[in-house]
């Protein structure tokens, strides 16, 4: 029977104003931009973030394991078919096709994943059963697939009437240019901590609008979309899926809150580092990347590279907050 969460707000750091910012250049450096550690917590990125934490908090509140908040949560945008950047209507890739790529994770270091997915509308749902039920954590294509439909799950096509109509118009000028902070990619990354404090993250997409067939980005692949270590804290991704893996992005902002860093100074030396890496390179222009962190105590923070990155949180006295993130240019 489920019984309802006694939850815990928890005031840590007392109130230090908002996003007081100390140094940042260095190991250690303290930027605190929460005024209260709390849990249990959600945040995801962008404006879907916001009804998926919704549904997150609701299974939390019935209590419900936190794995099953964060499958459940992401799986709003997921079948939404007005977000063209996640699941169900989400835009495809140059042939037409409509790909998924998802993650999962939990508190033990357990995680599954599937890649290049198609005709499945919950690529989270098969990612968790990849993590659940076989000894791999990562499927991908027609493995993929085929495991999720033993599993029962129903091929779907998921391509809509106004995706397949977009891309009849991109292929008009066929040139692959992500636009920056335009839901033409736009990831939904979840991170949840419960009320033991304990860890969970979530990942899915429909990846870069008119990518490569067969191209596979930062989102299903652990340390790179997703990674969490529950000693320490949680981070994800969104943005440009080849600058995330190229510096194994969210692991690193994990080890840097392993160091001391506080979420927020964590994001933000990662993203310099994209940020250094790619400067005179092709991909400049139109690149964008956004992380999320989540540290043990419930502080969180959201950075991008470029303003217009945001972020949704819910806890217990923010049930529908959405934050724009700092940025660095
Ligand atoms: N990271 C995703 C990808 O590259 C897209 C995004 O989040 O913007 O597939």
Redesign the pocket.
């Known amino acids: 029977m489920n019984k309802r969460r006694n939850f815990i707000k928890k005031s840590i750091l007392g109130s230090v104003g908002a996003t007081s910012l100390i140094n940042c250049n260095n190991s250690n450096s303290e930027i605190n931009n929460n005024d209260t550690a709390v849990y249990p917590r959600i945040i995801s990125?962008w404006n879907h973030g916001v009804p998926a934490n919704k549904e997150a908090w609701k299974y939390l509140i019935e209590g419900r394991t936190g794995i099953s908040a964060i499958e459940a949560g992401v799986k709003i945008p997921e079948a939404d078919p007005k977000i063209r950047?996640v699941g169900f209507g989400g835009y495809p890739d140059r042939e037409g096709i409509v790909t998924l790529?998802a993650c999962i994770m939990d508190k033990h270091n357990n995680c599954g994943s599937v890649s290049f997915l198609q005709n499945i509308k919950h690529p989270i749902s098969v990612a968790r059963l990849v993590m659940e039920e076989t000894p791999h954590v990562m499927l991908s294509g027609k493995g993929a697939l085929d495991f999720a439909v033993s599993k029962g799950f129903k091929k779907e096509n998921l391509l809509t009437e106004a995706s397949k109509l977009d891309w009849i118009n991109w292929k008009k000028q066929s040139n692959y240019q992500?636009v920056i902070n335009l839901e033409n990619?736009?990831?939904i990354s979840m991170l949840l901590i419960d009320d033991n404090t304990d860890l969970f993250g979530a990942c899915t997409?429909s990846?870069?609008a008119w990518?490569m067939h067969g191209r596979v980005?930062?989102?299903p692949i652990i340390g790179a979309?997703l990674f969490l270590d529950n000693d320490i804290g949680a981070a994800a991704?969104?943005?440009?899926?080849?600058a995330?893996i190229r510096t194994s992005g969210s692991a690193m902002v994990v080890e840097l809150m392993r160091q001391g860093y506080t979420p927020l100074a964590a994001c933000k030396e990662i993203v310099e580092r994209i940020s250094k890496i790619h400067k005179s390179g092709p991909v400049w222009d139109y690149l964008?990347v956004g992380f999320i962190a989540i540290n043990k105590k419930g502080e969180y923070a959201g950075y991008s590279l470029r303003k217009g990155f945001n972020y949704a949180i819910c806890d217990s006295s923010n049930q529908n907050l959405l934050l724009d993130a700092e940025y660095a240019i």
Do not use: R
Request: hydrophobic share 15%; charged share 20%; aromatic share 0%.
């Open positions: 990125t950047s790529d992500p990619h736009d990831t997409t990846g870069a990518k980005g930062d989102s979309g991704a969104t943005g440009l899926g080849e995330v964008q």
